[in-house]
């Protein structure tokens, strides 16, 4: 766990059933004994983050927010265990907590399919999987606070509604810092791509929404870019890597439709 920038924690080293993948959790000191969460990870990587939380002088109990970006397992399969050690809140946007509840089924991407076909060209299997990770199948889980595009989380972090990965993705802008968390908003040389990109049709529920989604983040002026799915923190000309993958994805998109 490393303070990349004052009072916002990256928390790497977090297992994916794809390890080129990988999974970067955020914790945000909010205050004195004061911290929100943004997105969990594995169960099994529960002992790894709480190692990191020991050795950083943290109380898990001090984790009083659990945000969830989306509603991805690689982002949620650890919440309902997070928030029975600590007590915390879960949030999430309203949209997404509909599913998280199970109250409706989501079909979005990945299929199972398309889930064993990346893990063989990853080198990997289903079988491998299953065995460090269970059958990620994951319990409801209930949402207590809905979350809505503008919303402000403990005075600091603004919602911003950035939905085509999945249709309640959403986004945390730090304004006064100019500090974007944007769960899978983008994604930042992963899956042996390398630069800034938007997330692939195969894992994406709305792939062209998704392109404005992150036409959207130009607005904000963003200089520095945190991502679940990330080989680096983006910590200086993220502006201009984001311009760049929104004009990347919108030629993709072109040259499809011919």
Same mark, same amino acid.
């Given at each position: 766990?490393?303070?990349?920038?004052?009072?916002?924690?990256?928390?790497?080293?977090?297992?994916?059933?794809?390890?080129? %993948?990988?999974?970067? +959790?955020?914790?945000?000191?909010?205050? @004195?004994?004061?911290?929100?969460?943004?997105?969990?990870?594995?169960?099994?990587? #529960?002992?790894?983050?709480?190692?990191?939380?020991?050795?950083? &002088?943290?109380?898990?109990?001090? #984790?009083?927010?659990?945000?969830?970006?989306?509603?991805?397992?690689?982002?949620?399969?650890?919440?309902?265990?997070?928030?029975?050690?600590? &007590?915390?809140?879960?949030?999430?946007?309203?949209?997404?907590?509909?599913?998280?509840?199970?109250?409706? /089924?989501?079909?979005?991407?990945?299929?199972?399919?398309?889930?064993?076909?990346?893990?063989?060209?990853?080198?990997?299997?289903?079988?491998?999987?299953?065995?460090?990770?269970?059958?990620?199948? #994951?319990?409801?889980? !209930?949402?207590?606070?809905?979350?809505?595009?503008?919303?402000?989380?403990?005075? $600091?972090? /603004?919602?911003?509604? $950035?939905?085509?990965?999945?249709?309640?993705?959403? *986004?945390?802008?730090?304004?006064?810092?100019?500090?974007?968390?944007?769960?899978? !908003?983008?994604?930042? +040389? #992963?899956?042996? $791509?390398?630069?800034?990109?938007? @997330?692939?049709?195969?894992?994406?529920?709305?792939?062209?929404?998704?392109?404005?989604?992150?036409?959207?983040?130009?607005?904000?002026? !963003?200089?520095?870019?945190?991502?679940?799915? /990330? *080989?680096?923190?983006?910590?200086?000309?993220? /502006?201009?890597?984001?311009?760049?993958?929104? *004009? %990347?994805?919108?030629?993709?998109?072109?040259?499809?439709?011919?």
């Amino acid at each position: 766990m490393v303070e990349i920038v004052a009072k916002v924690h990256s928390i790497d080293g977090l297992d994916h059933p794809i390890p080129t %993948v990988g999974m970067v +959790s955020y914790l945000i000191e909010e205050g @004195p004994r004061d911290y929100t969460l943004i997105d969990t990870c594995f169960t099994c990587s #529960i002992p790894t983050f709480e190692s990191y939380l020991s050795n950083a &002088g943290i109380d898990i109990k001090d #984790i009083n927010r659990i945000v969830l970006t989306h509603l991805h397992p690689d982002h949620i399969e650890a919440a309902n265990e997070v928030k029975r050690k600590t &007590g915390a809140k879960i949030y999430s946007h309203w949209i997404e907590s509909t599913y998280l509840s199970h109250e409706l /089924q989501y079909n979005g991407p990945p299929d199972k399919d398309a889930f064993e076909h990346v893990l063989k060209l990853m080198g990997t299997s289903i079988d491998k999987v299953t065995k460090k990770f269970g059958n990620i199948n #994951i319990g409801p889980i !209930v949402t207590n606070e809905l979350l809505k595009d503008g919303d402000m989380i403990a005075n $600091t972090l /603004q919602v911003i509604h $950035t939905p085509g990965h999945t249709p309640g993705h959403i *986004s945390l802008y730090d304004r006064e810092r100019r500090i974007l968390i944007g769960g899978d !908003v983008l994604f930042n +040389s #992963i899956l042996n $791509t390398d630069g800034l990109f938007v @997330p692939p049709s195969a894992v994406t529920k709305d792939w062209e929404t998704s392109i404005v989604s992150a036409r959207r983040l130009l607005n904000l002026k !963003v200089e520095k870019l945190l991502l679940a799915h /990330q *080989s680096t923190p983006i910590l200086e000309n993220a /502006q201009r890597m984001i311009e760049k993958a929104v *004009s %990347v994805a919108i030629t993709d998109k072109n040259a499809i439709a011919k």
